[in-house]
C-alpha cells in the first residue's frame, strides 16, 4: 500500500541544483510531507518536512504542489557528500507510522 | 548531546538464540522507535513506543518484543533468532508522537547477521 511513489535514480552533476520529485496523490488534508536521507547505510537523516506552503532551510527547499498530491526536494547545490537515497514519506494518519519506501538514489558526479 | 545511540554495533547470532538490542536517546524525547532495513528496501517499523509505559505494534512486529525502560531507553528483544531477522536495526526517537513536532532521529544502526 504505496504512499509515496518516487523515482529509483537519479544523477545531477556537482554544483548544480537536485530535484528530486515525490507523488502522493492519496495525501490527506492534515498528513505532512517529510524528506529524509540516508547516506552509505548510516542512520536516516532529516531534512525539511512540510504541509501545503513551500519550506526552506539550510540543507534544502521543498516545493508542494497546490493540489499536494505531488512535492519536489530541492538541493541548490549539490556536492559530492550529497550522494545519498532519498526518502519522500507521507506520515499515515493511523498507526503512527512512517513508511520509507525504497526511496530515490541521487548520484552527484564530479 | 550524543543523540541516539545503539549497541552493539555487529552482532552474529546463530538460530535459535537470544539477544537484546539497547537504544537510549539523551533528547528528552517522549516517543521511540525500531525500524529493520533489508538489504535494497526502505525501513520497516518494528514496534514504537508513543510515551514511558507504552509500546505499541507497528509494520512488521512478530518475532520481536521490546522494553521502555525509563524515557531514555527503548530495548529491543529477539527470542529465537531466525535468518530471516538478519537485517540492519534502526533506533529513532522524536519529542512528540504526532503533528508537527515529529521529526525522528535515528541512531547509527545494528548490523545483526543470523546464521
Known amino acids: 500500500d504505496a504512499k509515496t511513489t518516487q523515482p529509483p535514480s537519479m544523477d545531477c552533476a556537482e554544483g548544480r541544483a537536485a530535484n528530486l520529485p515525490c507523488n502522493h496523490s492519496?495525501?490527506?488534508?492534515?498528513?505532512?510531507v517529510y524528506w529524509y536521507r540516508q547516506i552509505h547505510s548510516q542512520g536516516p537523516q532529516y531534512i525539511i518536512h512540510?504541509?501545503?506552503n513551500n519550506e526552506t532551510n539550510e540543507m534544502a527547499s521543498l516545493i508542494i504542489t497546490e493540489d499536494r498530491k505531488s512535492s519536489t526536494l530541492i538541493l541548490p547545490h549539490a556536492t559530492l557528500r550529497d550522494t545519498a537515497v532519498y526518502y519522500c514519506?507521507?506520515?499515515?494518519?493511523?498507526?503512527?507510522?512512517?513508511?520509507f519506501g525504497t526511496g530515490t538514489s541521487l548520484t552527484v558526479i564530479p | 548531546n550524543a543523540g541516539v545511540t545503539q549497541t552493539p554495533k555487529f552482532q552474529v547470532l546463530k538460530t535459535g538464540q537470544s539477544m537484546t538490542l539497547q537504544c537510549a536517546q539523551d533528547m528528552n524525547h517522549n516517543s521511540m522507535y525500531w525500524y529493520r532495513q533489508d538489504p535494497g528496501m526502505g525501513l520497516r517499523l518494528i514496534y514504537y513506543s508513543a510515551s514511558e509505559g507504552t509500546t505499541d505494534k507497528g509494520e512488521v512486529p512478530n518475532g520481536y518484543n521490546v522494553s521502555r525502560l525509563n524515557k531514555r531507553e527503548f530495548s529491543l528483544r529477539l527470542e529465537s533468532a531466525a535468518p530471516s531477522q538478519t537485517s540492519v536495526y534502526f533506533c529513532?526517537?522524536?519529542?512528540?508522537?504526532?503533528?508537527?513536532?515529529?521529526?525522528?532521529?535515528f541512531g547509527p544502526g545494528t548490523r545483526l547477521l543470523v546464521l
Open positions: 529513532a526517537s522524536s519529542e512528540w508522537l504526532t503533528g508537527d513536532r515529529e521529526t525522528q532521529y
Open positions: 492519496t495525501i490527506s488534508g492534515n498528513e505532512y
Open positions: 512540510g504541509l501545503k
Open positions: 514519506i507521507v506520515r499515515v494518519n493511523t498507526g503512527n507510522q512512517f513508511y
